[in-house]
């Protein structure tokens, strides 16, 4: 038996740090999948156990033993660094003890500017999490886990962080407004409305949101009272745009992107996480210069960013821009799709 599944990643529009703190958040699952195959394999060692080949990530060959105990044992300590989440994955019972070596391949190179290079920053962790529980559980004959239970893989991965709206995204596909909980995550489908067009831009580098999370915790640390104030102006923004997307109303979600853009832009000013860095600034300028809407999506920082509008002639006037400031916009789409799992004969 081989199993093959796919997921894909996320852009998070809304929502963000806020949803740490029970804020919804508008997560859209964008067509840039990561895939997994997982098949018995004779080239697997030792017999009860794994290999992994993950070129992207330049991994060939890296093979572990399953124990009896459930604990993971690689060949090499590098290798146990680098595929935690195989780790974790095998630790929750996705694929048994008893059974012969698998082969583990995952593929994520639609997340990476080049192979092996700097990521977009659109989920790939997620994403490459939700197909290998997809393709592991199929190529075992077992149920695939449900959202709880990849949510806290994926945090305990992340050393306990993340609200878990990205693993909704890979797992579900489509819009979704979501909110998270210590317990879990709650995730319902939301259409976007008709005239709400977008329009992301990559930075040119990769942001690192442990750094940016550290740096506004400690803030909150410092500053209990003035973070409370910032997180609770964030959800209120986040709650109209909720409310707004219901409606269906496009002019009503994006004066809530640009109130929050701003709010967020404030929050980094006082606790000194770098949110809208240099080249976000110069993004939003051209935004400004078009007509158009700009905010940082995810923790901000670098990554990637997203113009929107109801104006298709001043968003085509942003990318034109953009694009000779130097920068690349990435297209990207909705994708309905979420997990998705094939099976065949070997």
């Keep these: 038996m081989q199993a093959t599944a796919s997921a894909p990643g996320k852009l998070l529009l809304l929502g963000e740090y806020a949803v740490l703190h029970g804020a919804p ?3 859209i699952a964008v067509d840039r999948r990561a895939q997994a195959t997982v098949a018995g394999s004779p080239f697997a060692a030792p017999a009860h156990g794994v290999r992994v080949d993950a070129p992207t990530l330049g991994i060939w060959g890296a093979s572990a033993e399953v124990l ?5 044992r690689w060949s090499a300590e590098a290798d146990a660094d680098r595929l935690a989440m195989v780790s974790e994955l095998l630790r929750m019972g996705v694929t048994r003890c008893s059974e012969p070596g698998y082969h583990l391949t995952l593929d994520t190179d639609a997340f990476f500017v080049a192979r092996g290079k700097q990521k977009y920053g659109i989920g790939s962790s997620s994403a490459s999490t939700v197909a290998l529980a997809g ?29 878990g709206v990205d693993i909704a995204a890979a797992l579900y596909g489509g819009s979704l407004l979501c909110r998270s909980h210590e317990t879990g995550v709650e995730a319902a489908a939301v259409d976007l409305p008709v005239d709400l067009r977008w329009c992301c831009v990559w930075t040119g580098r990769p942001a690192s949101t442990a750094s940016l ?3 506004v915790g400690q803030w909150a640390a410092r500053r209990p009272v003035e973070h409370a104030r910032a997180m609770e102006s964030l959800s209120e923004v986040a709650e109209v745009g909720a409310s707004a997307l219901h409606q269906g109303d496009a002019e009503q979600v994006i004066d ?4 929050y853009a701003r709010v967020l ?15 976000h600034r110069q993004i939003a300028s051209a935004a400004g210069a078009s007509g158009v809407v700009y905010k940082t999506c995810g923790a901000g920082g670098g990554d990637v960013g ?3 509008s109801s104006d298709a002639d001043r968003l085509r006037d942003f990318r034109a821009r953009v694009h000779g400031a130097g920068f690349r916009t990435i297209d990207l789409a909705v994708d309905p ?6 099976t065949s004969d070997e």
């Design 25 to 27: 958040a508008l997560v």
């Design 68 to 72: 009896a105990t459930g604990s993971i």
């Design 135 to 163: 393709a592991l559980a199929a190529a075992t004959d077992q149920p695939t886990p449900g959202l709880q239970s990849l949510v806290e893989v994926h945090r305990d991965i992340q050393g306990g962080r993340g609200s």
């Design 213 to 215: 999370l550290r740096t």
């Design 256 to 259: 809530a992107l640009q109130t």
């Design 265 to 279: 832009v404030r929050m980094g000013s006082h606790s000194g996480a770098d949110i809208l860095s240099a080249e």
């Design 306 to 308: 997203a113009a929107v």
């Design 337 to 342: 799709r979420g997990l998705t799992v094939h």
